[in-house]
């Protein structure tokens, strides 16, 4: 009976801490960052877009290269915050927005 209760003791405390690893490692996957830029070249020019938050200006942002045919976007938002590991960024344009998730797979990004 008493290694019954153990065993069942060790299930339990193994199970919460997994879930309070789980917690924080899900709560960290977006960060903060002031800008990002994605350019996609290709045959007929491409495009980049430019995320920028307050206070940084287009000038200020890096971009990959892309030739003199691409079109170019900018998006002032209020909060940007990347998922390097998922691709991802989140970004609201006014602070009580929900937030818009975009994916960059397959784009070159500068961000900061």
């Known amino acids: 009976m008493k290694k019954l209760i153990l065993l069942l003791s060790l299930i339990i405390i193994s ?3 997994s879930d309070d690893e789980f917690e924080s490692a ?3 996957e977006f960060k903060n960052i002031t800008y990002i830029t994605l350019t996609n070249e290709n045959t007929g020019g491409g495009s980049q877009k430019a995320y920028l938050s307050s ?3 287009e000038a200020q ?3 990959c290269f892309c030739n003199d045919l691409c079109s170019r976007e900018i998006i ?3 909060e ?3 998922n390097q590991d998922a ?3 989140r970004y609201k344009i006014n602070p009580s927005d929900n937030y818009t998730t975009v ?3 397959d784009w070159c990004t500068k961000s900061n």
Do not use: P
């Open 15 to 17: 199970c919460s801490s």
């Open 55 to 57: 206070g940084v200006t």
């Open 80 to 82: 940007i915050q990347q």
């Open 87 to 89: 691709n991802e960024i």
């Open 76 to 78: 002032k938002a209020h």
């Open 61 to 63: 942002a890096l971009f």
């Open 26 to 28: 899900e709560g960290s």
């Open 103 to 105: 994916s960059y797979k």
